[in-house]
């Protein structure tokens, strides 16, 4: 079949986006490749109408604007997160057992952990080292290659395995990377691939953040490639979805691109949604382009709105009681308004309208998620971001399977879809 560009360029994006780390390097280049000015968080700005510009926060957070040739009067927000469930190191990871070097790991997010057994396995991350002149540095590494395993117990010896056996990520899931290797190996190991990759000699690393991921290599499926497989797909999906509908718009109106790290684990960060990174943002860009003070920033947040993109539940065949009868997202029917009564999601019935409004002129379907009312709901970035800044608010996303799996399923026309949408959104002149 033909080959889609947009959807090689997803592949190509996933497959070079491990961590957040990377996916926001790779997002930086994209967005400089287009025009996009970087701004340094710890210089003054001067910011002059019409251009683009982007900042970054714990290299694994973005925010790129788009600002408008005329006054700023309100933005066209698009927010997701950068960030997956799956395996991080320990910082003292090296674990000698049997005549084996294993990686002592933890659980970041609510990963689940049976599709991560037997799975070949690379690593990727960053790490900061001193150099021989003294200076720290921080680096991204990515060992694309099959470096570790985490190996299946055979049902021979565990006859109950097929029928709910709990996981012990403690005890049961150490990857296993070195026959007869110990501390010393590993850490040789990491200077070798800084060597290999940034071609640093005589550095001491101090502190790294490194993750463990499947290095079979996103890929569309189904006879007519109906889907798209691969790790990740929550939420760097909806990062490349913003990221496209932002470089495809026509660029006259004022527009933001937010993606935070550590939405997995509950936002409180720095960097992530319930931190300071996009009030801090607005407010110093208002000062300069909208009207100053703080009466000001409260009328541009209040004409602004923000679009929370994060996957949806996809009704699944083999498992169709899990959804409410009324509202099971199928694949490939467009992108899901996700309601809940509670506020884990933000979607409010005006800014549900707002959406179904423009995907009707974008002639893109469009579907509703509400969980079973006998089932606990999850959340994004949108309810969050609505507290902390005070913007109205709705949550969408694709539809999917498999959510928080090493490897994820969603249907590439909705992708599509989604990025026509997102693109009309920004392109929108009235957002009342």
Not at 48 to 75: D, F, K, M
Not at 84 to 93: D, E, H, I, T, V
Request: proline share 6%; hydrophobic share 40%; aromatic share 6%.
């Amino acid at each position: 079949m033909p080959q889609d560009p947009t959807l090689e360029r997803l592949l190509t994006f996933l497959k070079r986006s491990p961590t957040p780390w990377h996916a926001t390097a790779n997002m930086v280049e994209r967005l400089e490749k287009a025009g996009f000015r970087r701004l340094d968080e710890t210089q003054a700005w001067t910011l002059t109408p019409g251009e683009r510009v982007y900042v970054t926060r714990n290299a694994s957070s973005l925010i790129a604007l788009q600002l408008p040739e005329g006054p700023l009067e309100s933005l066209r927000m698009i927010g997701a997160h950068t960030d997956s469930p799956g395996l991080r190191l320990k910082p003292n990871a090296a674990l000698r057992n049997h005549d084996w070097l294993q990686l002592g790991v933890e659980v970041y997010g609510g990963a689940l952990l049976a599709p991560w057994f037997d799975r070949d396995l690379g690593l990727a991350g960053r790490v900061h080292v001193r150099r021989d002149d003294g200076r720290t540095q921080g680096v991204l590494i990515n060992i694309d290659r099959p470096i570790a395993t985490i190996p299946s117990l055979a049902i021979h010896l565990d006859r109950e395995a097929n029928n709910g056996r709990a996981l012990n990520a403690q005890t049961q899931m150490a990857p296993v990377l070195l026959q007869g290797g110990g501390q010393q190996d590993l850490e040789a190991l990491i200077k070798r691939w800084l060597y290999e990759q940034h071609n640093l000699e005589n550095v001491e690393p101090l502190a790294f953040e490194l993750c463990l991921y499947d290095v079979q290599p996103p890929s569309r499926v189904g006879i007519e490639e109906e889907l798209v497989a691969g790790a990740r797909l929550d939420n760097l999906l909806s990062c490349f979805c913003g990221l496209e509908a932002l470089l495809d718009s026509r660029g006259r109106q004022g527009a933001l691109l937010v993606a935070n790290d550590h939405e997995e684990v509950g936002s409180a960060s720095a960097c992530g949604a319930q931190g300071p990174f996009l009030g801090d943002v607005v407010r110093r860009v208002n000062a300069q382009c909208g009207v100053a003070g703080e009466e000001g920033l409260v009328r541009l947040i209040q004409a602004s709105r923000l679009i929370s993109c994060d996957n949806a539940h996809a009704l699944h065949p083999n498992f169709p009681d899990k959804h409410d009868a009324a509202h099971g997202p199928a694949i490939n029917g467009g992108p899901v308004i996700k309601v809940n009564a509670s506020q884990r999601y933000a979607t409010t019935s005006e800014t549900a309208a707002l959406f179904r409004d423009i995907c009707r002129e974008a002639g893109v379907p469009v579907q509703s998620f509400v969980t079973r009312a006998d089932m606990a709901c999850g959340s994004t970035i949108g309810p969050i971001t609505a507290t902390e800044l005070g913007v109205p608010t709705l949550d969408v996303g694709v539809p999917q399977w498999a959510m928080h799996s090493i490897r994820e399923t969603a249907g590439s026309h909705d992708i599509r879809y989604l990025i026509r949408a997102l693109t009309a959104f920004v392109d929108r002149p009235q957002l009342a």
